[in-house]
């Protein structure tokens, strides 16, 4: 079983329970022990870095540190909400890049006792050591009830895969990740061009005009692809997609019905466990209609992905390029 | 409901005397006497104050960073143009500038820039100087930002009902009855708590702020 | 403890020591004066018989206070303080040489760019002068009047690389009458040129303006043309390179091929071109790259082959006429002595798919700059029809990207120099065959050389529009009315000041150069160093661009950087006058400092051998110890310092020279202070 330190995040707690629900569920199944940093504090969100410098990454850094100090023979930090995740990581690479930056965050540090070296944690995203670590094998071999015929788009949001510092993802722009671990679950997977771009982050709260139109912009290409729902790994964007798609709709005068759950909610359900268990009905965009497709026989549809011309019919078109993607992961090493 | 948990819950409407102000809206300070000389320090302190090495002097202009940004058409100012402003020691338009409040921290920019500057962070920069200066053309991403580092500084944890409360009763009052179905869906599914959670160990983490904030000061010089 | 070669040190000497100013390069940090009257003062014990101080030592009259001094004072050694050896050791050199003095007893010690360029305490650093000095007096007395060496050269050459830089020298030096080995990996030479359809400033015809070189350089008695072959290795020394090429079987006997093109008509196998069409086209398994191809005879892809791969068809066996098809024909290896070689390798482009915000591999009508000539090419895949990915619809809209995995950190850091200008060609073409609407999506605008300025202008007045900002990204994601069905070019217009989406048809990305895959290992093979980027080193960035640090190997074109057409052909003709220079001369002189092995020492343990990198050192099986050729070795070092048993010196770096320096370095060697 490999052990992780589990940095949760506010919003696993509130807004995001579901998240926190369903991670619960599935975690042994797969065989992912998480333990959770004691006395976690909050990272900041993007708030905190708005206002300040060495206090906005003392706040982070506190946790590192009590994690570092809490290492039960692990020293890999795992965050599921993607903000957090980017605020530690981004801690800690900063720290190394600008010693200065380290020794101010420690020098602060120090007044409350604790103190912590720039590059003694590894910090990864959930999805990072699911398909990564526990590897896409482990997952296959788990699903009994496998989610054919449901339409998924995928959807990483911009914090996860960028910036990127320690090179964990397949691409930046289009990365596979999620895509081949939904496939793995059965589901079948659109070719979302907007997986990685941005829901707005704050701005629901701050500049709502700005917000609902990269809202819309979202819901309206993953309803173009005839999706019937977007599977998410961030609590930011699960609020402003699901949360916020009524005022959206009214905004625009559109009527929009685009779900959006957590991956590892779909994980649970095809591992065989109960919705109401995974934290299905907390979703405000109701999930229901998209779920009831689930485990009924659907005829193959066909991809409506854009076309690429065949051989013979135009001119052909380059190659993939090779690209780091998740193979069969051994367990305990880091695929890079 | 015990008196405890009245308490509790008063606790988390007590409000500070700053924070007491109706209209949304702030008056900037009165311009400067134009000067001969540019404040060409600017760009020199903006990196300084950047978390990891900024590199905003290595910007070529070529206008990667506007082309990617999502909210782009909602600035005054594309990326780009601000960091010219910068260069040129602009001080008070740059930042006076809405750029830096809607960037979203999408990081396309970062990851597309031919020169690798921290884009960013450079914007989290300007954030900072931008409450330090008292410029900003509208208070309510600055409030936004101080009320949650408000609560992180009281509890340790967010604390979003409080939060949005604050802050829509604030800025957004006309919104509110719009909302309330949200609110309502988020508080009978659990999604959202009435009552804030605080950490164990609050005194380490004022400890840790405190200290910063004084080690923050001399950086800045 | 005698040196290697028995000669004792003679404080009889008389040494002449002068302490250079360099302006105030030296004296402005460094009493010269002081140091050269120390020298001669304290050091009087150790055979200084002057010491002079002056201006500009390198000058003229720098120099013939040296001459002066030789003939009248009678000195045997010299001691010149100033720059460093890399710039002037030659001049003194050549100046004892002409008052009569051999010249390798003349020594120049640093103390400019090891002295005053690096100090700034003037009292330190003079006394760092004084000890340099006396470090240089020290190591002088050990030296032995030395003889260049000559060795002969052959006058053939061998030209690696059959594009327009190697087709240019190779025929530079056949119409002088010396002989050329033009080896050429591809089973045609022409190059990247050839894919081309027309080339800037004057939108030539690039086919038109090189095939006539090409057939001159498969028809010329001097040339020997060796396409589908590659170098295997490469020994010997400058004037004296033995070169053994494969020569790959092409499964066709050249002596009956009419090149008629039967075979290829009747193939039945159809693969993708990767090579010649860029991925766009199609070839057959037996084929020749294009029409005008030199040589004409096809070429069987063994690989791709239904007869090798299952054991029917032989199609064009049965088709030809000649019967020159033959599937048992091997690789044939030869061996060739030459005297000077040339490497004009050329470049790959940039692998635009990496760049995923572009969607070249992903967006169908994303085309890179190759891919375009192939479309332009009236041979090529469309005839010269510029149409989209499905091969038939006329584009209405087109958007040209510059700068693509050039001048960015994420991919390459340099400018490609030509894609601008690439970039203002396609405008133009595209704007002719189509009548489409062009955008340009530009950083800079970079027409710097005669007549590119002008055909920028050119294509404004044709009514390209041009935005400046680097494109951020090409999405088929549509948002805006308008867009749907469009590939959107999202930039910054940072002139305007606002970001824009552009809804065009087509997208051409103008992709950057890149060194060829294999350049390292290239470079290893013939003993050149390259940059960390790979394009091979030249032997100064200014002042000789196409000789490289190894005598004897010369590099030419885009192999040695990015560089356009008009660049490439003079590099092609300045490596081939230097060859041909090399070769009126009959035979080179060589520098005498080089390493050698006292074959009495040596136990045969061949550490040496490897870490020569110039592959100096030979092994003999029968005596058991290890020899150094005198012509390959560069004096480098290396091996005297890993010989386990101290077995190898040098001349003009003995152990005996080495200590010597450093005791006088340390001061050792001082005498008492002498009242004036």
Redesign the interface.
Known sequence: MDKYLLYPGCSMESSAKAYYDSLIKIAPVIGLELEEIEDWNCCGATEYLGISLAPAYSLISRNLALAANQSNGSRTVVAPCSACYLNLAKADYYMREQPKLGTMVNEALAAGGLSYKPGSLDIRHLLDVIVYDIGLDTIKSKVTRPLTGLRVAPYLGCMVPRPDYEHRWSDHEHPVELDLLLKALGAEVIDFPLKTHCCGGHMTQIGPDTAFELIRRLISSADHYEADLMATLCPMCQLNVDAYQGEMNHHFGTSYHMPIIFFTQLMGIAFGMRARDLGFGMELVSAKKAMKKVGVEVPETAETAAAKPRKGNGLPMPTPLPRKTPKVAEKGKVKK | MSSHSCRARLECFRMREDYMEIAPTVIPPPAPIPKLIEDLTLLDEVSRRTAGVSRLEMCIQCGTCGGSCPPAADMDHTPRMLFAMLRAGMRRDALMSNTFWICVSCYHCVVRCPQNVHIADVMYTLKGMAIEANLYQSSTAPDFSQTFVDMVENYGRGFEFGLATRHYLKHFPLRLPGMVPMAFGMLTKERMSITPTRIKNMAQLTAILKRAKELEVGHHG | MTSGNGHKPNVEERIGVYVCHCGSNIAGVVDVQQVAEWAALRLKHRGVVIGRDYKFMCSSLGQELIEKDIKELGLTRVVVAACSPHLHEKTFRTACERAGLNPFLCELVSIREQVSWVHTDKVAATSKAKAVVSGGIERVLHHEPLEPMRVPIHPATLVVGGGIAGIQAALEIANAGYHVYLVEREPSIGGHMAQFDKTFPTLDCAACILTPRMVEAGTHPHITLLTHSNVEKVEGFVGNFNVTIRKKARKVNVDLCTGCGICQEKCPKKV?DEVYEA????RKAIYTPFAQAVPKYPVMDVANCTYFEKGTCKACEKFCPTNAIDFKQEDEVITVDVGNIILATGYDIF?A??V??YG?????NVFTSLELERLTNAAG??NGQIV?????TIPKAVGVVH?VGS????FNNYCSVICCMQSLKFAHLVHERTGAIVYNFY?DMRTPFKDYDEFYQRVMEEGTLFV??????V?????LPGEEGKLII?????LA???RRIPVDMVILSVGLEPRKDSKEVAKQFGISCSTNGWFTERHPKLDPVATMTEGIYIAGCAQGPKDIPATVVQGAAASARVLGKIQQKEIELEPVRASINEAQCSGCRICNNLCPFNAILFHEDSKVSEINPALCQGCGTCVAACPAGAISGTGFSNEQIFAQIEGLLLLNVGEEVPA
């Open positions: 993708v991925g766009l086209g199609y692998d798919r990496k995923t915000n070249y591999g992903r967006l169908a895949p469309t989209l990915r499905d091969g038939k700068c001048r960015d950190r994420n950083i400046r900002g680097k494109v951020a990204e999405t088929d994601a549509a948002r999202q930039v910054e217009d940072t000041g606002k970001q």
